[in-house]
Structures are given as structure tokens and as C-alpha cells.
């Protein structure tokens, strides 16, 4: 089993930045897709970012290429989300999933594991 638990998520203001964390504990994730999905109220959950298990290979939702970006350092076996340029747009639960299919997985159904999730605003 794999624990996920985001953090770093809050209150920000449009054109601001957060970065996200995703701890994972009883397994390493080394060896796991790891990805972020977002929901915001009442809408559904949506991809947002992924990456491969070695972190060559990643891939983002279009509404955020070029203001976010995905990383993991396998040693401290957590993941990244940094979020630039942040709009009210952004506002939504920010959830990590890891996988332990390989590649690259844009829905949520390829994901295995999920964190709680970590609130995040942005206020215009």
C-alpha cells in the first residue's frame, strides 16, 4: 500500500505561486507513475500533471502547460507541483495519485493510490 499526503496548498493571490508536495510512505514510489488531478466545486476532477517513475517523461493538461511543472525526488520519495502565474481559474482540491502501471496516465481511472487532497485559492 501506498500512503500519499499533499501539502503546501492555501491562499494566493492571482499571478502568485504555490508549490505542492505529495509524501508517500509504506512503499517507495520509485518504481510509480506518479500524477496531480484538481476539482473544483462542483465540477469533476481533472488531470493536471504526470510523470513517469524516472522522471524523464511528464505531461500537462493544457489549461496549465508552461505556468506548472511536475517533478519527484525519488530520494525523499515525494513529488512536486510548482504553480506560477496562478489565476482564480486554478482554485480547486489539488489531489496526487501514484500508479503502478508504467507510462504516462491522464485519467484517473489509471491510478491506483490518492492523497486527500490540499485546498487550493486563488483570489483575483
Known amino acids: 500500500q501506498v500512503q500519499l499526503v499533499e501539502s503546501g496548498g492555501g491562499l494566493v493571490q492571482a499571478g502568485g505561486s504555490l508549490r505542492l508536495s505529495c509524501a508517500a510512505s509504506?512503499?517507495?514510489?520509485?518504481?510509480?507513475?506518479m500524477g496531480w488531478f484538481r476539482q473544483a466545486t462542483g465540477k469533476e476532477r481533472e488531470f493536471v500533471a504526470a510523470?513517469?517513475?524516472?522522471?524523464?517523461?511528464?505531461s500537462y493538461a493544457d489549461s496549465v502547460k508552461g505556468r506548472f511543472t511536475i517533478s519527484r525526488d525519488n530520494t525523499k520519495n515525494t513529488v512536486y507541483l510548482q504553480m506560477n502565474s496562478l489565476s482564480p481559474e486554478d482554485t480547486a482540491v489539488y489531489y496526487c495519485?501514484?500508479?503502478?502501471?508504467?507510462?504516462?496516465?491522464?485519467?484517473?481511472?489509471?491510478?491506483?493510490?490518492w492523497g486527500q487532497g490540499t485546498q487550493v485559492t486563488v483570489s483575483s
Open positions: 495519485a501514484a500508479t503502478g502501471r508504467g507510462g504516462i496516465w491522464t485519467y484517473s481511472q489509471g491510478y491506483n493510490y
Open positions: 509504506g512503499r517507495t514510489i520509485s518504481s510509480y507513475g
Open positions: 510523470i513517469v517513475s524516472s522522471g524523464m517523461r511528464t
